[in-house]
């Protein structure tokens, strides 16, 4: 299982959100780039990118950055999600180095765009499901829709994505521990890899989820712990490295 830390952009910089708000931000760092290496030189085996500001525009803003961070980590996998509507915007996120494109609102307001996009690029779509009880929220998490997260989830793994990113946006950014009974309860339900995401906070949290990764938790993303140092990046992926 890998711990994959987040980098959350906003207008150029790294910050982290408290479920979502934009309004509620704390900045972490004016360089992102600078962080990312950080983060590689602590143990890091993958990124997780966010553009925060192309999520509510519905299209890249921070994409200069990201491509910058790939430059200057060309060997390892990148994924990135926020403001990813079009083919278009995949085919340049690939080309520039990134190794996955997360498809978020889009996948879910339109979920043919998900097919089209897993047959024009094979292995590098993940979608990103968030949920609140359940239940799906789309649009930078300002709506929660009808859908079932975990019948949302057999849908995409049908169409061919990479993997599932499952946020439990009642615990994002909040320090409250991580959902592992959800989070594992969607990984049972599907065959395609989970990614957790939102609420971790300690080692506790990613003990926990090890204990069920073999039901299909590939990893685990986490933001504001290691941003604050309750959750120390080497010495998680170390423990994991040892006992997975």
Request: net charge negative; hydrophobic share 45%; aromatic share 4%.
């Amino acid at each position: 299982m890998l711990v994959i830390p987040a980098i959350d952009l906003k207008e150029g910089k790294c910050v982290r959100l408290r479920q979502g708000r934009m309004e509620d931000s704390t900045v972490f760092s004016d360089d992102p780039v600078e962080v990312a290496l950080r983060w590689i030189n602590e143990g890091a085996r993958r990124l997780h990118l966010v553009d925060l500001d192309g999520a509510f525009e519905g299209k890249p803003v921070n994409a200069a950055i990201v491509n910058a961070i790939a430059q200057r980590a060309p060997k390892l996998p990148i994924q990135i999600g926020g403001g990813i509507r079009s083919l278009e915007t995949i085919e340049a996120y690939l080309k520039a180095g990134v190794r996955y494109a997360i498809l978020g609102t889009k996948a879910v307001k339109e979920p043919g765009f998900v097919a089209t996009a897993c047959k024009a690029f094979p292995g590098h779509i993940i979608v990103g499901i968030d949920a609140k009880d359940g239940m799906v929220a789309t649009d930078g998490w300002a709506e929660v829709s009808t859908l079932r997260a975990d019948e949302v989830a057999r849908r995409f793994e049908e169409d061919g994505v990479e993997s599932i990113v499952y946020t439990d946006i009642s615990r994002d950014g909040m320090m409250q521990g991580v959902n592992v009974e959800a989070t594992a309860s969607l990984a049972k339900a599907v065959r395609i890899p989970i990614i957790a995401s939102g609420g971790i906070t300690n080692m506790a949290d990613i003990q926990a989820l090890a204990a069920q990764a073999s039901v299909g938790i590939l990893g685990a993303i986490t933001g504001r712990a290691i941003y604050e140092g309750s959750l120390d990046l080497r010495e998680a992926q170390q423990w994991l490295d040892a006992n997975g």
